[in-house]
C-alpha cells in the first residue's frame, strides 16, 4: 500500500467525515449510530479499492453509501423491535389467562415475579439492582465485579426476554409493557 493512497484517504476522511455524520444522523437521530455507520462505510470503501475514484465520483459514492448503510441500519432496527400491532390482541387468550373457578386472580405482583422467573439468577439480579434499586450500570459493575459491558449486555437480553414473555402472555402485556418500557425509557 502506498503512503500517497493511505494520505489521500485521511484527507477525504477529514473532509467529509462531519458532513456525512450530519448526514447519517438526520436519518437515524444518534449520535453514535450516525458515527459509527460512517466510520463502516469508509472502511467498506478502503477494503473495496474503492477511494480511488475522482474526488467528484467518491463525493457521489460516498454519500449514496452512508444513506443506503442509514436505510438498512433502521431496517434491522425495526425489525429488532416488537409492534403493539404484531402482537395478538390480548381478548383472544383472555380465557387461558383467567383464573380457574375458585382461583383468586393474580396480583400484579405476582405477574411480575412470574416474568422475572422466566430470566436466568444473573441476568435477574443485574436487572433488579438497575430497576428496583436504580443502580448505575458502572455501580453493578463495581459490586459484582464485572464489566459496564457484561451489565448492558444482560440488561438487554432481559430485555428481550420480558417481551418474548409478553408476546407469550397477551392478558399479561400491560405489566410487563410498563417494566419494558421503564427499562428502555431508562436506558443507561
Same mark, same amino acid.
Given at each position: 500500500?502506498?503512503?500517497?493512497?493511505?494520505?489521500?484517504?485521511?484527507?477525504?476522511? #477529514?473532509? *467529509?467525515?462531519?458532513?456525512?455524520?450530519?448526514?447519517?444522523?438526520?436519518?437515524?437521530?444518534?449520535?453514535?449510530?450516525?458515527?459509527?455507520?460512517?466510520? #463502516?462505510?469508509?472502511? %467498506?470503501?478502503?477494503?473495496?479499492?474503492?477511494?480511488?475514484?475522482?474526488?467528484? /465520483?467518491?463525493?457521489?459514492?460516498?454519500?449514496?453509501?452512508?444513506?443506503?448503510?442509514?436505510?438498512?441500519?433502521?431496517?434491522?432496527?425495526?425489525?429488532?423491535?416488537?409492534?403493539?400491532?404484531?402482537?395478538?390482541?390480548?381478548? *383472544? %387468550?383472555?380465557?387461558? /389467562?383467567?383464573?380457574?373457578?375458585? #382461583?383468586?386472580?393474580?396480583?400484579?405482583?405476582?405477574?411480575?415475579?412470574?416474568?422475572?422467573?422466566?430470566?436466568?439468577?444473573?441476568?435477574?439480579?443485574?436487572?433488579?439492582?438497575?430497576?428496583?434499586?436504580?443502580?448505575?450500570?458502572?455501580?453493578?459493575?463495581?459490586?459484582?465485579?464485572?464489566?459496564?459491558?457484561?451489565?448492558?449486555?444482560?440488561?438487554?437480553?432481559?430485555?428481550?426476554?420480558?417481551?418474548?414473555?409478553?408476546?407469550?402472555?397477551?392478558?399479561? $402485556?400491560?405489566?410487563?409493557?410498563? $417494566?419494558?418500557?421503564?427499562?428502555?425509557?431508562?436506558? *443507561?
Amino acid at each position: 500500500m502506498s503512503t500517497d493512497r493511505k494520505e489521500l484517504f485521511k484527507v477525504r476522511f #477529514e473532509k *467529509h467525515y462531519p458532513r456525512l455524520c450530519s448526514i447519517a444522523y438526520g436519518y437515524v437521530s444518534d449520535r453514535d449510530d450516525s458515527e459509527d455507520i460512517v466510520q #463502516e462505510t469508509f472502511i %467498506h470503501i478502503w477494503d473495496k479499492g474503492k477511494d480511488d475514484l475522482s474526488e467528484q /465520483d467518491f463525493v457521489a459514492y460516498l454519500t449514496t453509501a452512508v444513506k443506503n448503510r442509514c436505510i438498512s441500519f433502521l431496517r434491522r432496527k425495526k425489525d429488532d423491535t416488537v409492534s403493539i400491532d404484531d402482537l395478538p390482541p390480548a381478548l *383472544h %387468550h383472555l380465557s387461558d /389467562d383467567l383464573p380457574a373457578d375458585g #382461583e383468586a386472580p393474580r396480583s400484579p405482583e405476582e405477574v411480575i415475579e412470574e416474568a422475572l422467573a422466566t430470566l436466568p439468577p444473573k441476568c435477574k439480579d443485574i436487572f433488579l439492582m438497575a430497576k428496583l434499586k436504580g443502580m448505575k450500570y458502572r455501580e453493578i459493575a463495581r459490586e459484582l465485579g464485572i464489566s459496564e459491558k457484561t451489565v448492558d449486555n444482560q440488561m438487554t437480553k432481559a430485555v428481550k426476554l420480558l417481551r418474548a414473555y409478553a408476546a407469550e402472555n397477551p392478558f399479561l $402485556i400491560t405489566a410487563i409493557g410498563a $417494566i419494558v418500557l421503564s427499562i428502555l425509557v431508562n436506558c *443507561h
